[in-house]
């Protein structure tokens, strides 16, 4: 086998053996069911306000109870709860050895860093890929549940494109997490970093420089402010991608470079 073989084993077997794959996993799952909670109101607003999840005087907003509004609710969900729980993944992929203290241990195997690193992020790559599945499986029974009119094989084509891509930009924003991750050794800096870049990208959509920001675009692409061809152009797509190469760079000449032995 060879050392990405068994860099990528070792990878695995420690996500298999945690909770946090499981835990990611339920958190993703509140997307769909709050969506179809969203489109049951939309689609029968007296029947809601019988059972008290709607009050009699509130509003509801703009939208229409069928496939395609259910399908690009999970697209959005996906945009800004992958940013979220895609990076809580990386966070503990890169950082656990730091907290756990077993950084050394890892690094005293024959096993190049490089290859160590490459099966990290091929495992949060897999990882995020996999959520964005999930989220689109758990989708499908409830809006057939709610009996949502406008399905078709086109637009369940359409919808899944949209979703996978979206989830697409977001896996490439996430190296400079695990960058962070492995820097501060921890799990603190990372997230708070997650974080920020979630609050800035709601600033910088509302001021209309979204598309100039890397961590507004997979929320953008996903039609949050409108059709992604209207806010988007082909440097927003370099962007993300030259944020993604930095932050993968960084991450391995660290690695390379950084004194392991503290």
Request: hydrophobic content about 55%; overall charge positive.
């Amino acid at each position: 086998m060879s050392a990405l073989g068994r860099a990528l084993q070792c990878e695995l077997l420690k996500a298999r053996r945690s909770r946090v794959p499981l835990w990611t996993a339920v958190g993703f799952s509140l997307a769909p069911l709050m969506g179809g909670l969203f489109m049951f109101i939309l689609k029968d607003p007296s029947r809601a306000r019988a059972l008290g999840l709607l009050r009699a005087k509130a509003q509801i907003a703009a939208g229409v109870a069928d496939w395609p509004t259910y399908l690009g609710v999970i697209a959005q969900a996906t945009a800004v709860g992958g940013s979220l729980v895609f990076a809580l993944a990386t966070t503990w992929v890169f950082g656990r050895e730091f907290v756990d203290r077993t950084a050394k241990l890892l690094l005293a195997v024959p096993t190049p860093r490089h290859a160590i690193l490459s099966a990290k992020f091929m495992l949060v790559a897999a990882w995020s890929a996999l959520l964005s599945g999930w989220i689109l499986g758990v989708a499908l029974p409830i809006g057939f549940l709610l009996d949502l009119p406008g399905w078709s094989a086109g637009m369940l084509r359409e919808s899944a494109r949209s979703i996978a891509l979206t989830a697409g930009l977001s896996i490439l924003l996430l190296s400079p997490t695990a960058f962070l991750a492995s820097a501060s050794r921890g799990y603190l800096a990372p997230m708070g970093f997650t974080i920020l870049t979630i609050f800035l990208g709601q600033i910088t959509v509302a001021t209309g420089w979204g598309a100039w920001f890397p961590w507004s675009v997979p929320a953008l692409f996903s039609g949050m402010a409108g059709p992604p061809a209207a806010a988007l152009g082909p440097a927003s797509y370099v962007l993300v991608g030259l944020t993604s190469l930095a932050g993968g760079v960084a991450t391995f000449v660290w690695w390379r470079r950084a004194d392991h032995t503290g």
